[in-house]
């Protein structure tokens, strides 16, 4: 298959070919882009800059341009990287929904395990790569077995690609730390001298809903999700 043109084309479809002249390059841009996630893993996105990722891998800074053009593509290598491919979610007798509330969970750990993920996915202006749009194929697969047509695959999928994205956003601000914990803390203290202006929410947090795990919230939402799909395919089978 001939390369990718460049244009807009995400480096993770082999649109930069390294160059045939000069020194033979000792790298390949995946051990080059392995390294600058473990940097970014252990000091945030802004630690990779192209002068100390080059000083990572123990070449020069105009030795790693040699493989990638400059830091955007480096980091659109980084995303398509991040993850594993997609393995079958589950054997095909086990029903859809299942099996997409397995994705949307394994999808939900790349965000947990790579705090930058959520911040370098929204900053891209490339297309996405060719392991990222499989683990979207994967995804409207399971879809297209629940009775949705093509386009309603397609925003049934983006509804879950954006609760797992609203979750990551949550995970980052920390809700189950100290300072989650703190702030609830607060927010009961303020709400509870006005209690006639907030009665629902007042309501809401005495029920410990605040202080419970976001996990619960994920699933929570997750199901109501799914089930809203379900009921769709449901009524467009009649």
């Known amino acids: 298959m001939p390369p990718v043109k460049r244009s807009r084309a995400n480096v993770a479809w082999g649109g930069k070919p390294l160059p045939s002249r000069g020194p033979k390059p000792t790298l390949s841009t995946d051990q080059i ?27 020069t800074t105009m030795a790693l341009y040699r493989y990638f053009s400059g830091k955007a593509d480096l980091v659109a290598l980084m995303i398509d990287s991040a993850s594993d491919s997609p393995l079958q979610f589950g054997k095909p007798s086990v029903p859809w929904r299942t099996r997409l509330k397995q994705w949307a969970g394994r999808c939900l750990a790349i965000y947990r395990n790579h705090p930058w993920f959520l911040e370098a996915t929204s900053a891209r202006t490339t297309v996405m790569g060719p392991n990222e749009l499989s683990w979207m194929e994967a995804a409207l697969a399971m879809l297209a077995e629940s009775g949705l047509g093509p386009k309603e695959q397609h925003h049934a999928f983006l509804a879950i690609i954006g609760h797992v994205r609203g979750h990551a956003t949550f995970q980052q601000i920390g809700t189950d730390t100290r300072a989650g914990k703190d702030w609830a803390g607060e927010l009961t203290r303020l709400l509870q001298s006005e209690p006639d202006r907030y009665p629902i929410l ?26 809203g799909i379900r009921a769709r395919a449901s009524r467009r089978s009649r």
């Open 33 to 59: 882009a392995r390294s600058a996630i473990r940097l970014a893993d252990a000091e945030g996105l802004a630690a990779v800059t192209m002068q100390r990722v080059a000083r990572e891998v123990g070449v």
């Open 202 to 227: 007042l309501d809401v947090i005495r029920s410990g809903a605040f202080s419970q795990k976001i996990d619960d919230a994920f699933e929570f939402g997750l199901d109501c999700i799914l089930d």
